[in-house]
């Protein structure tokens, strides 16, 4: 399963938010203590407010806290480009699901690319004051790296 694409669930707040974090590392070594690791953050916001744009972004927390990446213990050098990133540099996100949109959308894009395939499902959002399903928002392959900084855009 070390290859195998990744599907992200988004179940959106009340404030039409979510943030959650994945971690990967060999499994098998203590090379996690090395830096040998994957720690990304996964944040869908509007920019705004009021804004109808939500932001769904993937960073690189290893990077931005390797003082908090392994057991609470620093790491004593991290690499973006380590090698257990490496070999599983070509792993995708190969859908991501949002639960719990205000509205259908106009248009869904990575950031600076072209629009994605994607299929609305009707329901309440997240913010929503009766009670119902949810609406659902799923984004087909979207071609983006479990490995790499990025952001997909949906316009509501």
């Known amino acids: 399963m070390k290859y195998d694409p990744f599907t992200l669930r988004v179940a959106l707040n ?3 938010s979510a943030r959650g974090e994945l971690y990967l ?7 996690h203590r090395d830096g040998k690791l994957i720690w990304r953050e996964f944040v869908a916001e509007k920019p705004l407010k009021q804004s109808r744009i939500l932001r769904l972004t993937s960073k690189d927390l290893a990077l931005e806290k390797p003082d908090d990446a392994v057991d609470g213990v620093a790491l004593k050098r991290f690499n973006p480009a380590n090698e257990f990133a490496k070999s599983i540099e070509e792993v995708r996100v190969e859908k991501v699901v949002i639960i719990g949109l205000s509205a259908k959308p106009t248009s ?9 395939v994607w299929e609305y499902t009707a329901g309440v959002g997240a913010g929503g004051k009766k009670e ?7 984004i ?4 983006v790296l479990v490995t790499k900084d990025w952001a997909i855009v949906v316009q509501l």
């Open 108 to 116: 869904v894009k990575v950031e600076g690319g072209k629009d994605l």
């Open 25 to 31: 590392d060999d499994g098998e070594t203590f090379s």
């Open 140 to 143: 087909k392959d979207p071609k």
């Open 14 to 16: 009340k404030s039409g």
């Open 132 to 138: 119902a399903v949810a609406s659902v928002l799923a």
